[in-house]
């Protein structure tokens, strides 16, 4: 078995910062690209930002700038920065990695439980 585990997020002001992290565990071999997605009542789950293994990142265009993704391919770890938040960054981010688990010569995308992140006005 192979899970995603998400810690971080709560409740900020706009303007404020906030971490996200996302770990990889269980049968592990090797992890490929890595991000974040979000989800906000009503509308569809978007991509907010990703990394490949070699630290290629791609983000929305929403939060270039301000959100900044990393990683650590010892741990199995990526990381979401959010800077200078906005209300219309509240949402559920979810993890998401790409990962070839032990025993398999193929990778499977797997998803995190979701974290709340919620920016005041």
């Known amino acids: 078995q192979v899970q995603l585990v998400e810690s971080g997020g709560g409740l900020v002001q706009a303007g404020g910062s906030l971490d996200l992290s996302c770990v990889a565990s269980?049968?592990?071999?090797?992890?490929?690209?890595m991000g974040w997605y979000r989800q906000a009542p009503g509308q569809q789950r978007e991509l907010v930002a990703q990394i490949t293994r070699d630290h290629i990142r791609t983000y929305h265009d929403s939060v270039k700038g301000r959100f900044s993704i990393s990683r650590d391919n010892v741990q199995n770890i990526a990381y979401l920065r959010m800077n200078s938040l906005k209300p219309e960054d509240t949402a559920v981010y979810y993890c998401t990695a790409d990962v070839q688990a032990t025993g398999r010569e193929d990778s499977q995308t797997y998803w995190g439980q979701g974290t709340q992140v919620t920016v005041s006005s």
């Open positions: 269980g049968i592990v071999l090797r992890v490929y690209t």
